[in-house]
């Protein structure tokens, strides 16, 4: 793979209470908008977890005390678009706080709420498949070890862009 593919690092958080989940709402550059788990990319040479806990509480104001394990990873390869996307996604049942949109610095979470499964698949039908297949996957399942998922994109426009289930590619250097 080429050197000059833009990475990211990205932590995932699936907050859970009481049989639900919390998703937030991003609204995109273009205006569109998905559900997603709260997360998002962890800055250079910061922890993982420590990252992901500052997503949440920016995003959700929810703060997480602790992080019950890694419940999957996704990897996502632009290949048109030169950019890596790798991605933990982690669960959290021992949080405090009362849900309400953060202060995202972003600025891309509008609205988070608490979700069931069926609620949380039906928000998900907007995202991305690499965030969509791999949550409800584990909504189904609730496999006790991590999951691996990859994914390649090929094109550079949204409208035409076509992305695939692939095998987890280990030569992808992760953060």
Not at 83 to 90: D, I, K, R
């Amino acid at each position: 793979m080429a050197d000059d593919f833009r990475r990211w690092s990205v932590g995932g958080a699936i907050v859970e209470s009481e049989g639900r989940l919390v998703l937030v709402r991003n609204v995109r550059r273009d205006g569109r908008f998905d559900w997603t788990t709260p997360g998002g990319v962890i800055e250079s040479g910061e922890d993982t977890l420590i990252g992901l806990g500052r997503e949440v509480a920016e995003e959700t104001g929810l703060l997480v005390h602790r992080w019950a394990g890694l419940c999957y990873e996704v990897q996502v390869h632009a290949v048109d678009l030169a950019w890596v996307l790798n991605v933990e996604v982690h669960r959290s049942t021992d949080f405090s706080g009362s849900l309400c949109v953060g202060d995202d610095p972003d600025g891309i979470v509008v609205e988070a709420e608490w979700t069931d499964s069926d609620r949380s698949i039906e928000r998900l039908s907007t995202a991305p498949p690499w965030v969509r297949e791999p949550l409800t996957a584990w909504l189904e399942q609730r496999w006790e070890s991590p999951e691996r998922f990859g994914y390649e994109v090929r094109g550079t426009d949204l409208s035409t862009m076509h992305i695939e289930r692939v095998d987890w590619n280990p030569q992808i250097s992760r953060w």
